[in-house]
């Protein structure tokens, strides 16, 4: 079965450094997401990208944040100057379509995450 | 009032018990319904997808969707130590983008 996977699976990073977290998304899935969790709290929305554009962003998604589709096959987040409240999971999404295409083709199929250590 | 709102439990039950799940949530707007299983340190596994209100069931697992009441369920039967996760209900509303989460409820199913 297809399925979302993410790289690396942990990166502990000092503050004020630039980490990238990769991506790659189910092949025929047209629409990407980020997601985090901090620890004990729920999962939140960062952004969405479609088309090789960011097509919805949270509040929480800075200048400090950037998405980018480099190749035909992976999707990247980058944190340009790290903070100690960016340690966090951080998950990968990706979907067929958006809500109200196409039925059951919206769902988004989640990665295993990058846990992201600030120190 | 928070967007969607789900008891952190956690909720302890016995091997063979049913389990009832339960978010609420306060945007009418939201159509599509979701819910997650998220086991310690991993990425959310899609279980059941419902749109508008009504019941679909797959396997031990009913997804309820109360669109008058704002509320939403899932029920697991004979549920089994394996289920033992934390469990994630998340919304979408038409043409957006974002899947707003509830804060899971951690269940744990004793053998």
């Known amino acids: 079965e297809p399925e979302v996977t993410q790289t690396p699976s942990h990166q502990v990073t000092q503050m004020g450094q630039e980490v990238i977290l990769r991506c790659v998304p189910i092949?025929?899935?047209?629409?990407f997401y980020w997601y985090r969790q901090i620890l004990g709290q729920k999962v939140e929305f960062l952004v969405s990208?479609?088309?090789?554009?960011?097509?919805?962003k949270s509040e929480i998604f800075d200048d400090q944040f950037s998405v980018e589709r480099p190749d035909g096959s992976n999707f990247t987040l980058k944190i340009r100057s790290t903070k100690l409240e960016d340690s966090a999971m951080y998950f990968c999404?990706?979907?067929?379509?958006?809500?109200?295409?196409?039925?059951?083709?919206?769902?988004?199929?989640f990665g295993p995450g990058t846990r992201l250590l600030v120190l | 009032q928070k967007e969607v709102e789900q008891d952190p439990g956690p909720l302890s039950v016995p091997e063979g018990a049913i389990v009832s799940l339960n978010c609420t949530y306060s945007?009418?707007?939201?159509?599509?319904f979701m819910w997650y299983r998220q086991y310690s340190r991993k990425g959310p596994e899609l279980l059941m997808y419902?749109?508008?209100?009504g019941n679909k069931e797959d396997g031990r697992f009913t997804a309820q969707v109360d669109k008058s009441s704002k509320y939403i369920s899932l029920f697991i039967r004979d549920s089994q130590p394996s289920d033992s996760a934390t469990y994630l209900c998340?919304?979408?509303?038409?043409?957006?983008?974002?899947?707003?989460f509830g804060t899971g409820t951690r269940l744990l199913v004793s053998p």
């Open positions: 999404a990706s979907s067929e379509a958006l809500a109200g295409e196409y039925l059951y083709q919206e769902t988004q199929y």
């Open positions: 092949s025929n899935h047209l629409y």
């Open positions: 990208f479609y088309n090789n554009e960011i097509s919805e």
């Open positions: 945007n009418s707007a939201f159509q599509y």
């Open positions: 419902t749109y508008s209100s």
């Open positions: 998340a919304m979408e509303d038409t043409g957006f983008q974002k899947l707003v």
